[in-house]
C-alpha cells in the first residue's frame, strides 16, 4: 500500500487526503495547529468560536457545494445585498443579484448611480467578461481597472464604483488584481447568478469544517494535529520524508497544502534542483484581511438579513448580522470584513479596534455602551493570496517536477482563480488526481467540478445589441458632467439619500 503524507490541515489539505485514502493509499495528515481548518476555521475566544471573517458561497462554488450535501448541510439563500451611508441608517440603497430583467431594472432606477453610469457599469461587466481567453497573456498582465479606464465609455463614476465593489468583494484592490481573474469571476456570476450568493446556517468550523473532518477521519485518514513540518529531505532525486521537531516521516509522495509563504521557506538546494519553478512561490503577494465581530446587548432594528456595505468608508467595511442565522444569541452579533486593511496595519489591536468602531458608530445607531464584546482578527499571521497583475505563470500547478510531490491550495493554479474555498476545494482535487495517475490509478480518480461560462457568442451578440443604449448612457453621463458640478458617486447618493429621510 503506499504511504502519502499531506502536510497542512486546512480546506485543501482535507480534502487532497480523503480524496486520495477513498482509492485504499495509506495517507497522514500533518497539522501544526490544534485545530483543523487552517484559514478558513474559527477559533475560541471565550465561550464562542470566532471565524476570520464571514464566508459566502455562490452558486458557482460547485465543489463546495457538492460536499455540503455529503455533510447534509443546507445553506441560506440571498439575491440581494445593501449600501449604507453614513448618518444615513436605516435608509439603504438595495442591490439585486442581475439574476432576471426584472433585478436588472431595478438596480438601474434604484442603485448608487443613475441609470445612464449603472448602463455603463453592465456594458464594462459584459466587456470584460466576452474577452476571450486566448488572450490570457494579455488579461494577466493588465489590472482590471486598467482594462476597465481604457475603454472609451468609462466614467470616473463608474470607475470609482467598481473599485469599491471589486475590493469589498476579494479584498483585492482594481489596480492589483489580474484582468483575467476579474474576467473568470464575472462569468461564472454571469452564468449562474440565482442564487446571488448563499451563507451556512451556522459558524464554519462546527457546521462545515468539523462534519468534513469526520468524513476524513471515516476514510482511514491519520490526522496528527499539532505537527509542525520544518523541511522536506531530498534523497537520490526524490523528496523522501518531511522533518518534524520529533521524527522524520517517510512516504512514498507528498501533498504540499499549507500556504505559499509556509512553503516556500522549505525550498533549499536539493529541492530547487529539483524544481527550479518553485521558486517563483516567493514572487507571489499575500495581505491580511482584517476581520471585526462585534456582538451588542440588545438586536439592532432594521438591520436587513443580507450583506452590508459601508459604502465610501475608509477601511472597506461589509458585515453581517448572524445572530439571526445561528441562534443563541439574543443581541446582534456583526461580523464585519475590513477589506482594506492597509491603513491600520502599524497601530495596536486596540487602536485598529478603535478606528473601526469610529467608522462603525457613523454608519449604524450603536455606541460604545450598546455592546457586549468585540473581538478583533488583524489575520496578519494568517494573510490571503492575492491574485495580483501576471502571478498565474508564478503559481505552482498541482503537479511539480519532482516525481512525487503535489501542491493543492487556492494560490495553485485552478480554473477558480481566486482566494476562496472553492479555489482551495478545486486544486486539492487536482493535486489528488494528479498524484493518483502517477501512480497508475486508472478508476475512481478525483474530478473536480467546473462552474460553467456564458456563450462568448451570445456575449458579443448581447454587447452589439446594447451599442444603442450605451452610446446614449454616455453622451448623457458627459452632459450630466458638463452642467453638474463634479461630484463622487458617494457624496451624490448621500445627498439623495438624506434628502429622502427629510422628506418623509
Known sequence: MQHVVVVGGGLAGLVSARAISKTGRRVTLLEKSARIGGKAGADLHGERLVEHGYHVFPTWYPNVRRILREIDVTLVDFDRYHYLLPGAFPEKVTVRGPSSLGAVAHNLMHGLLPWYQTVLFYNFTLDLVSQGLSNKRLLDRVSEIGLMRQAWYVTEAVAEMNQENLLK??????????????????????????????????????????PLGKTVKDAGVDVRLGTTVSGLDVVDGRVAAVKTAGERIVADAFVLAVPFEVARTWIDDSLFALDPSLGNMNLLEAQPMCSLHVRTNKRVAGIPREHVFFHGGAFGLSFIDVAPLWSGWEGSELSFIASNFAPLRGLSEEGATRALLGEIFDYLPIKDQDIRDVVLNTNVKTPLFINTIGAWPNRPTARTRAKNLYV????????????????????????????LEDAGVKDGLPEPLQPPVPSRALLLALRAGLAPAVLAAYATARVAEAISPKVSPRSASHRRQRGKAGAR
Open 408 to 435: 493543492a491550495g487556492d494560490f495553485a493554479r485552478n480554473r477558480i482563480d481566486l482566494a476562496c474555498m472553492e479555489g482551495a476545494v478545486q486544486s486539492s482535487l487536482l493535486a489528488a488526481r494528479a498524484l
Open 169 to 210: 468583494a476579494s479584498a483585492i484592490p482594481a489596480y492589483e488584481m489580474s484582468a483575467m481573474t476579474a474576467k473568470r469571476i464575472g462569468s461564472y456570476w454571469m452564468k449562474q447568478a440565482s442564487p446571488f450568493l448563499s451563507v451556512l446556517p451556522g459558524d464554519l468550523q462546527s457546521t462545515f469544517i468539523e
